[in-house]
């Protein structure tokens, strides 16, 4: 029944493809690599640097505020006088919280904008979207959101906390407590399941028994089953990996549940100010929280900020980590360019090692080996104010290990 | 013209446009962007076919341009990572001891290659075997498009070990021997998704004018009449929405050297309704609207996003709405609308509601 009567067409098309596709071929891989390497655009009295932010999309709303968050360090900087005598020239791009949408912008920013340092993205799948591209570009990226560890590119600074300044203080502190037994709850994506990963090897360890281990899509907003479940395991503690909107649903079911923060607390690593907004404290008041900064924090630096923050986005926007490690970046950058006198991407790597900046959750030290930063772990507790306030601390910045190699239960991670 | 004369014409223009100018005005990354369109098209294409021409609302695209671009991408990560060794992901997310045995076939560049066609044919085989027989269509089968979407897409995320979860698949270095970091191989890539898509359109341009053609629209437009005929409506259908599978399989194979990533992300609902909205913004019946509206639409997309990267979402649901509303028949029926008014210059146009086919069978 099916007559193909000319196949001359499509024979055709392939030949021509297939002459100029050979005809085309370049470097194998396993050669010495010749490409990459964009150079930044410095030759005005402006240099630029790229935002790289869901706009649009489920994430918009937790990343419009660390957008926020930069353009303030921007602002503040060139009205200081600028980078090594040049203003910032910020270029804004949506990532649409789409992973290769992000990839698609990153190089746009590096290529099209050449751009000197690009600061942003949230998501893990965001992050390991746009590493390659630059790793291949040999272009910077200032990541500012707690992650799940095990990475260290050496184009990418990661301000936020890795594992052992966040989840491992977290479970110290349940521990600490006497808690005997947790339930892991959280979002179905990467984060949550590496995090849950390392801390059953923690509760192996340190004599903490996990008593269930659920996930729920993101954006779910079914939460019967899984606080039935964590009710009857009768845990000591709940340790909470939810993102966004599926949190809201959690608490209330938590709530209605007859389960309290007196009973059984949860330890959240996903719900900062601005999150306890848009949940209700009636449904959070007395939880715990496990970050590197909160609203809360002494000190001058972060009245400053606070200050500062509220003056330009509004009196009841909230600060949160999050957005504090994004405004650290922006000064930290300037710091190792100033010190390596250039922007060139490898002396501002070179001169990286021990730079340090006066940020609004204390000192914190750049580690050249690693690219994280030291900073200081804190354990606050929700009020009924919605503000967190510190219940716990580090006692002073951690030195930070991606792959918790100084760790011996972690020794089967990585 | 005869429309075999204007067929070569219009498969020339394409050539000189893709091969030469394309490469001649675009810089690298430009062109490395225009490659991830044409990616987009060769699904529309087959959306084109199977929708445009057999009625059948392929709503779940996304499952075979994902089956596609995980066999290519699961191949070059694998060769990535060398003989005996393991993905990078793998041994940070998984902690296996060895290779999922469902992956070791993937190593041989054969296996991968053909299962990036094979492996989307045959799923749209099993599922449209069942549902067509069992005479189950409109949205109902739209529907069931969407769950299978919905359900893959959970399926991935859930292994993470073994599919890096919504991470997807990421950082590929190489495409068979050939390092993706060079813009002369990237280039090569651009050529081969061209070559490819213009192969396609001939093929689909063959089978849309042989007598399979003919049945699969006179299904779309009474299929009881079909079978009074005494065809079976069900392998009509089947034929084009297998052939559909096995363009949008293909698609996301080529997809993964030019883009380096493939991730549940670009597999679930919203990415299978948006390659549908490119067909029906480019015109569906046509042969080139689906091709034209799936490059447009993803073109307005980073256009309006680089220039308007706070509000380009409006502009976008503004221009789909305008299309729908204002032209139904997509961008394709554009010209034939502005042929008839100057025609008819006089009396006024007849209402654009006609079915595009009609014209082009009568040119």
């Not at chain 1, 200081?80 to 990153?106: C, H, N, Q, R, Y």
């Not at chain 1, 904008?113 to 591209?133: L, Q, Y």
């Not at chain 1, 906390?161 to 203080?169: D, E, L």
């Not at chain 2, 679930?268 to 689906?290: D, Q, T």
Request: aromatic share 10%; hydrophobic share 50%; with cysteine.
């Amino acid at each position: 029944m099916l007559r193909f009567p000319r196949r001359r067409l499509a024979a055709g098309a392939v030949a021509l493809a297939a002459a100029l596709a050979v005809s085309a071929c370049g470097s194998k891989t396993g050669e010495n690599d010749t490409a990459g390497g964009v150079t930044a655009d410095t030759s005005g009295d402006t240099v630029k640097v790229g935002l790289l932010n869901s706009l649009s999309g489920t994430m918009a709303i937790s990343e419009v505020t660390v957008r926020d968050a930069i353009m303030l360090a921007v602002e503040e900087i060139n009205a200081a006088g600028g980078v090594l005598g040049k203003k910032i020239a910020p270029v804004g791009e949506d990532g649409a919280s789409d992973w290769p949408t992000f990839a698609e912008k990153a190089e746009k920013l590096i290529k099209v904008d050449r751009v000197a340092a690009v600061f942003g993205c949230w998501t893990s799948a965001s992050r390991k979207a746009v590493k390659p591209v630059f790793e291949e570009n040999k272009a910077l990226l200032f990541y500012p959101v707690q992650y799940e560890g095990l990475e260290q590119s050496p184009y990418i600074f990661y301000t936020g906390a890795t594992t052992n300044q966040q989840i491992v203080p977290g479970l110290d502190y349940l521990k600490a407590q006497g808690k005997k037994s947790v339930y892991l709850v959280g979002s179905d994506y990467v984060f949550p399941r590496t995090a849950n990963k390392i801390i059953k090897a923690y509760a192996e360890a340190n004599g903490l028994t996990v008593l269930g281990e659920d996930y729920a899509p993101l954006g779910s907003t079914e939460f019967g089953t899984i606080v039935n479940k964590v009710k009857a395991s009768k845990a000591e503690a709940v340790f909470n990996t939810l993102n966004g909107d599926s949190n809201v649903a959690f608490f209330k079911e938590y709530k209605s549940a007859g389960l309290t923060a007196a009973s059984m607390p949860v330890v959240s690593v996903s719900i900062a100010e601005e999150e306890v907004k848009s949940i209700g404290t009636q449904y959070l008041a007395g939880q715990l929280t496990a970050w590197n900064y909160y609203q809360t924090t002494t000190g001058a630096a972060n009245d400053k900020f606070v200050k500062a923050y509220k003056a330009k986005f509004g009196a009841d926007k909230p600060t949160s980590d999050p957005m504090e490690a994004a405004y650290v970046s922006v000064y930290l950058w300037k710091a190792m360019v100033e010190k390596a006198g250039s922007f060139d991407v490898e002396k501002v790597k070179g001169a990286s090692d021990g730079v340090t900046f006066e940020a609004p959750e204390g000192l914190v030290t750049i580690d050249g080996a690693t690219q994280h930063i030291h900073k200081t772990a804190r354990i606050g507790k929700i009020g009924d104010d919605g503000l967190i306030t510190e219940v716990w601390n580090s006692g002073g910045p951690v030195k930070p290990d991606p792959y918790l190699k100084g760790y011996t239960w972690a020794t089967g991670l990585s | 013209m005869s429309p075999r004369v204007r067929a070569w014409l219009g498969f020339g223009l394409g050539a000189v446009v893709l091969f030469a100018a394309a490469p001649a005005l675009l810089t690298d990354f430009r062109l490395s962007l225009l490659a991830k369109y044409l990616c987009f098209a060769i699904v529309a294409v087959g959306i084109g076919l199977a929708w445009g021409r057999g009625g059948l609302l392929t709503l779940g695209q996304g499952v075979f341009f994902g089956l596609g671009g995980y066999a290519m991408a699961m191949h070059l990560k694998l060769a990535d990572a060398g003989e005996g060794d393991m993905p990078d992901f793998m041994q940070l997310y998984g902690q296996l001891d060895e290779l999922p045995a469902w992956w070791a076939p993937f190593a041989n560049p054969v296996f991968a290659l053909a299962a990036t066609v094979l492996l989307p044919m045959l799923v749209a085989f099993g599922l449209g075997s069942l549902v067509f027989r069992r005479r189950v269509r409109g949205a109902y089968f739209a529907i069931l498009s969407q769950a299978l979407a919905a359900a893959m897409v959970i399926l991935l995320i859930g292994q993470q070990g073994t599919t890096g979860g919504t991470n997807g698949l990421t950082d590929i270095e190489g495409f068979f021997g050939y390092d993706l970091d060079d813009p002369v191989n990237q280039r090569m890539v651009y050529f081969i998704i061209a070559g490819v898509l213009l192969a396609l359109l001939a093929l689909t341009r063959q089978l849309m004018h042989s007598r399979y053609g003919e049945l699969l629209v006179a299904v779309r437009d009474s299929e009881e009449r079909v079978r009074f005929l005494g065809y079976n409506p069900a392998n009509v259908k089947l034929v084009a929405y297998v052939v559909a599978a096995g363009m949008a399989g293909l698609a996301g194979a080529l997809f993964v050297p030019a883009v380096g990533i493939i991730s549940p992300a670009l597999i679930g609902i919203v990415p299978s309704i948006e390659f549908v909205i490119g067909v029906a913004v480019g015109g569906r019946a046509a042969l080139l609207g689906p091709v034209l509206g799936a490059v447009a639409v993803a073109w307005a997309k980073t256009a309006l996003s680089e220039r308007f990267p706070g509000t380009w979402t409006y502009l976008q649901g503004a221009m789909f709405v305008l299309v729908v509303a204002f032209l139904p028949g997509g961008l394709a029926s554009l010209w034939g609308l502005v042929k008839r008014r100057r025609e008819a210059a006089v009396p006024p146009a007849p209402p654009a509601e006609q079915p595009v086919l009609v014209k082009e069978a009568a040119a």
